[in-house]
């Protein structure tokens, strides 16, 4: 009896202390805020960033926010500093907030470079990425030049870190390639930039000409966001530079196309079709002494149909290669359109292409709210000023649901008798003798 009585005692109290103090908020420190779990869940900045970005949100209730998860990147938790950086790369991705980061741009730094140097693998990657954010936001100026000077040599020594993890490692490299495509100023620094790119992704380069295939290792990912990286500054070096990497690079490309890593050769048959295209526009006589291997190289990518490939593998290679076939044989590219609210981006090159695919990575679905209201990108992209638009005009231009639900159907329906034509049993197929 004794014993259940005192079971029964501490079911009736709950297993819990008598004297609980609430969290006050003369409290809410840095400190307590880590064992808060409003504040130190990571899934709380996943799911309620876009909520606190909201439209309907005020300003003063955006920065409050915000300002809550730069108070959380100096947090003693690993995980509530990832999770504040990833809430501050949200922001920066969904919003304009050039003002604002403005004013705080270097106690945003200082984090940065507090979880560069002392974070893990997936706190690296996340502050990698709001570094990319943030000069994203501030575009070509001071300001971005003074982020760069910050955390360019922590980047290039995690780079170059054989320890760090690849997942890491390639952040790094493609947040050191995008800031400096926005604020490098000084042209020696982007020489040095690119060497140091070069040298990592010279090693997946085939040692011995007759090497029939390149077999991919654990570093090959790495390699790719160098070679991507890299790809992205030529594209804004001086003529007689191009010319020079062109002389280094474009007799050793080719090799790449027979690595087996799917991914190795999409980037290097996009990475030709970019150098023939600088070739050809500084020099409108160029000639390729390889010509006829490498077009053989690439027709063969183009029409592969090796059952050892995954489906999704040999069909996505197919696709991207017979567009490298047209640029390198005819000098043709397939213009894509690119609609964002009212406007449309047509692009019709292959360095358009690549600066596009190189920051719809980095800004992901706020791609484009960026090419509506970022003027660096748009100065990129030669779009002009933003467009202004208030919001009773942008109400008129929405299409209401009911209607998209029509035209979905009509296109449905056309889609559907189109196919059905070309899959009819009783279709002639022809005579047979």
């Known amino acids: 009896m004794p014993l259940q009585k005192a079971r ?20 809410a420190s840095i400190e307590t805020m880590s064992h808060c779990s409003g504040f130190s869940d990571p899934a709380s900045f996943a799911e309620d960033a876009p909520d606190a970005l909201d439209e309907e949100g005020t300003q003063e209730d955006i920065e409050y926010r915000l300002k809550g998860f730069i108070d ?20 920066l991705v969904s919003k ?24 893990k693998s997936d706190e690296q990657r996340a502050a990698a990425g709001l570094a990319c954010a943030l000069c994203v936001q501030l575009g070509p100026g001071i300001e971005s030049e003074e982020v760069l000077k910050t955390l360019g040599p922590i980047l290039k020594k995690i780079i170059s870190d054989g320890t760090a993890t690849i997942p890491a490692r390639q952040a790094c490299v493609t947040c050191f390639g995008v800031c400096c495509f926005i604020a490098m100023d000084d042209i020696t620094e982007l020489y040095l930039t690119m060497e ?4 990592i992704f010279t090693k997946s380069y085939p040692k011995e000409k007759d090497c029939n295939g390149i077999c991919s290792s654990p570093n090959t990912a790495l390699h790719i966001s160098a070679l991507l990286a890299w790809t992205l500054l030529l594209t804004i070096c001086p003529i007689n530079e191009v010319k020079k990497k062109l002389e280094m690079h474009l007799h050793k490309l080719p090799g790449l196309l027979a690595c087996d890593d799917v991914n190795m050769r999409i980037a290097a048959g996009e990475t030709l079709a970019l150098l023939f295209e600088l070739a050809r526009g500084t020099d409108s ?9 490498l077009t053989q190289t690439l027709r063969a990518l183009a029409t592969d149909g090796n ?4 489906k999704v593998d040999k069909r996505k290679q197919r696709s991207v290669f017979r567009d490298v076939l047209r640029a390198v044989e005819e000098r043709d590219f397939p213009t894509e359109t690119v609609k964002f609210g009212p406007e449309r ?5 292959w360095v358009k292409k690549h600066t596009y695919d190189t920051f719809k990575e980095v800004l992901g679905s706020g791609m484009q709210y960026h090419l509506q209201s970022n003027e660096f990108l748009r100065n990129v992209f030669e779009l002009g000023p ?48």
């Open 96 to 119: 304009m907030l050039y003002e604002f980061i403005l004013e705080r741009r270097m106690t945003l730094t200082d984090s940065i470079e507090r979880c560069l140097k002392k974070g």
């Open 285 to 293: 006589d160029f000639f390729y002494e390889d010509m006829e291997p």
């Open 196 to 199: 140091c790119l070069e040298n």
């Open 307 to 310: 059952k050892h490939r995954a």
């Open 345 to 349: 981006m047509y692009i019709d090159c």
């Open 72 to 91: 959380l990147t100096f947090d003693k938790s690993a995980k509530t500093r990832q999770a504040a950086l990833e809430g501050l790369k949200n922001a």
């Open 8 to 27: 029964g005692k501490r079911c009736a109290q709950g297993g819990q202390p008598r004297n609980v103090q609430p969290f006050s908020d003369e409290d």
């Open 386 to 433: 933003p467009v202004m638009l208030d919001a009773a005009a942008l109400k008129t231009m929405k299409i209401s649901r009911f209607e998209r639900h029509l035209y979905n159907s009509a296109a449905f329906k056309a889609r559907t008798k189109a196919r059905s034509k070309c899959r009819d049993k009783r279709a002639d197929v022809g005579e047979f003798f």
